[in-house]
Each structure stands twice: as structure tokens, then as C-alpha cells.
């Protein structure tokens, strides 16, 4: 089975008025029912460049949702963990940016309602709630007053706050401020890999401490900064992290329909040619399962409230 922290394939959907059942993207309903898949995150998307109102923009994504999972006999939405059934695939709203609150707590409220378990706090721009790490610019800049509170309400809530493209001073403050496990859904080691987007050997143990896990994200740049996405990177990044770490602070999120490299895994669907190479390094059926979906299960059911 599978758990996977992030995709962008809502954005696509939305973008070309597509559908999530068929469809030639990384993530289908047909390739999430081949590669076992008992959840999806699925990352409402917003490039605050791009468009005029991240709060609209982001409730018309989660119009599409909706409409998608309406439409599915396979794809039902997940908002508490008795939701998640081995007999189905759990699609749950996250939010990748935010931006999306503009400053306002009754926003949080509002996305809360709508169903949505857990927010990226920033992308690649400065928002109400802090600075990312986009090529190390705001690197020691932390959290906002704001993103402070927000933090501590959505602990109160039950949303799972999400560090990946947070500046590092900002995960620390996640670490300090937050009552419950945060993730990092898609970000790797930054000792393999050394970009930003990347988590340094400290953060990685301080994520492990606070009971978190950080999802392998498939893109080569944060990989090995190469042009193709290869499995043998995705293995290096689980190994080291594995050694450092221990295997609880492991899981999977895969930015599928977010990257645009060359990917040895072409779609979720192929996701066995991950457990085969594991298998090759001796990982047990125990670890992989860990990896595949009971670490970030263990996150949402600690975090999420039925
Ligand atoms: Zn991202």
C-alpha cells in the first residue's frame, strides 16, 4: 500500500479542465488503484505570481476536488482517519502556500471546514506566515507573529503543519511552536542532495524527535541535481536518511504532476520498481511497508482528529 504526502495533479486538473479518473498526468485513479494506493495528498497549488486571488483561486481547486471524488467509485474524500479504509483510496485536501489565508485566522477556519488536513506554509514567496527557502535567501529568517498563531491553531484543529520549502529558521520554529508531529511532505537530504529544498542531517534528527516524517520527493534537482529522476538516487536519499535517522522519520511524496523531469518511475503506477530496488538493499517487507504508508499514517492519525 501506499501513502503519499504530495502531488500537484489537482492544479493540472484544474488548469486543463481535465479529469482524475483517466488521464495521461503521473497520477490517475486507474495508476493509484495499480500501485495500491490507500491515500493521496492531494496539494491544492498556488503560484502567488500567477494568480490574481490565492483565496478564490484556492477554493475554485477545491471545487474540482469535489467534483472529481463526486465522480469516483474508487476516490473518496478523507478528512478524519476512520475515513482511511484498505477497501478504498483516501483523497485528502492539503494546500501548498500559505498565501491562501491572507493574514486571516478565519481563513484557516474557513479551509478547515472545507476539509483541508494540512498547509505547506509557504512556496517559493515570502507570505503572513514566514519566508521560504528558495535558494537560501531567508534561510535564518523564522516565522511570523502570524505564523506563530497559525501554527498553534492548526495543532488545535488537527491539520498537520508542513515545512517543506520553509526557510530553516522557520521548521525550527515549527519544531518549537508546535504541540503535535510536523512534516516536511516533499524534501530529501540535503548532505546527498545539497539544495535548498533539502533537510539538513540536524533537521532531519529534529524531525525524527518530534515524531514527523519527511516524503522522498522524486525530482532530480533535489535528487542528485541531475536531469533524470533515477530510483538509485531515491535509494541513496532513504539509505542516508535510514542511517542518520532510523526508519520512522520516512515516507513518500513523490511531487508527481509537480516535476518536469525525466522520471525512471514514469507514474504512480509504477511505483513497485521503489520496493524492488529497496528489496535489492535488503530492506525488510516491514521498513518498506514503514516507507510506503505506516509512518505517514501513524503522522495523520496522531495529528488528524476523527
Ligand atoms: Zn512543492
Known amino acids: 500500500?501506499?501513502?503519499?504526502?504530495?502531488?500537484?495533479?489537482?492544479?493540472?486538473?484544474?488548469?486543463?479542465?481535465?479529469?482524475?479518473?483517466?488521464?495521461?498526468?503521473?497520477?490517475?485513479?486507474?495508476?493509484?488503484?495499480?500501485?495500491?494506493?490507500?491515500?493521496?495528498?492531494?496539494?491544492?497549488?498556488?503560484?502567488?505570481?500567477?494568480?490574481?486571488?490565492?483565496?478564490?483561486?484556492?477554493?475554485?481547486?477545491?471545487?474540482?476536488?469535489?467534483?472529481e471524488v463526486a465522480l469516483s467509485k474508487y476516490v473518496f474524500k478523507g478528512t478524519a482517519?476512520?475515513?482511511?479504509?484498505?477497501?478504498?483510496?483516501?483523497?485528502?485536501?492539503?494546500?501548498?502556500?500559505?498565501?491562501?489565508?491572507?493574514?486571516?485566522?478565519?481563513?484557516?477556519?474557513?479551509?478547515?471546514?472545507?476539509?483541508?488536513?494540512?498547509?505547506?506554509?509557504?512556496?517559493?514567496?515570502?507570505?503572513?506566515?514566514?519566508?521560504?527557502?528558495y535558494q537560501f535567501t531567508h534561510q535564518n529568517k523564522g516565522l511570523k507573529p502570524f505564523g506563530i498563531e497559525v501554527v498553534k491553531k492548526m495543532n488545535e484543529l488537527g491539520m498537520i503543519v508542513d515545512t517543506s520549502?520553509?526557510?530553516?529558521?522557520?521548521?525550527?520554529?515549527?519544531?518549537?511552536?508546535?504541540?503535535?508531529?510536523?512534516?516536511?511532505?516533499?524534501?530529501?537530504?540535503?548532505?546527498?542532495?545539497?539544495?535548498?529544498?533539502?533537510?539538513?542531517?540536524?533537521?532531519?534528527?529534529?524531525l525524527r524527535d518530534k515524531g514527523g516524517v519527511m516524503g522522498m520527493n522524486f525530482c532530480s534537482a533535489f535528487l542528485d541535481g541531475s536531469k533524470l529522476s533515477k530510483v538509485s538516487s531515491i535509494v541513496e536519499h532513504i539509505k542516508y536518511i535510514k542511517k542518520l535517522a532510523g526508519i520512522e522519520v520516512l515516507a513518500i511524496g513523490t511531487d508527481f504532476d509537480g516535476i518536469s523531469c525525466d522520471l525512471e518511475i514514469a507514474d504512480i503506477s509504477k511505483m513497485d520498481m521503489l520496493v524492488h530496488a529497496l528489496e535489492k538493499e535488503r530492506f525488510s517487507a516491514d521498513e518498506i511497508d514503514k516507507i510506503f504508508y505506516q509512518n505517514a499514517l501513524r503522522v495523520y492519525n496522531e495529528v488528524v482528529v476523527d
Request: glycine share 6%; proline share 3%.
Open 81 to 133: 482517519p476512520s475515513d482511511i479504509k484498505p477497501e478504498q483510496i483516501t483523497g485528502i485536501i492539503t494546500i501548498e502556500e500559505g498565501g491562501v489565508l491572507q493574514g486571516k485566522m478565519e481563513n484557516l477556519i474557513h479551509f478547515y471546514q472545507r476539509g483541508v488536513r494540512s498547509i505547506v506554509l509557504t512556496w517559493n514567496y515570502e507570505n503572513e506566515i514566514g519566508y521560504p527557502n
Open 1 to 67: 500500500m501506499l501513502f503519499d504526502l504530495h502531488c500537484d495533479t489537482i492544479m493540472r486538473i484544474y488548469d486543463d479542465n481535465t479529469a482524475l479518473e483517466t488521464n495521461d498526468y503521473h497520477i490517475s485513479t486507474e495508476k493509484m488503484r495499480k500501485a495500491n494506493s490507500l491515500a493521496q495528498f492531494f496539494a491544492m497549488f498556488i503560484d502567488m505570481g500567477e494568480v490574481e486571488n490565492p483565496y478564490v483561486t484556492c477554493n475554485e481547486m477545491i471545487d474540482v476536488f469535489e467534483r
Open 165 to 206: 520549502h520553509l526557510s530553516d529558521a522557520g521548521f525550527y520554529d515549527c519544531i518549537k511552536y508546535s504541540t503535535k508531529p510536523i512534516i516536511a511532505s516533499h524534501s530529501n537530504a540535503r548532505t546527498v542532495c545539497g539544495h535548498s529544498r533539502n533537510l539538513t542531517d540536524d533537521m532531519i534528527l529534529a
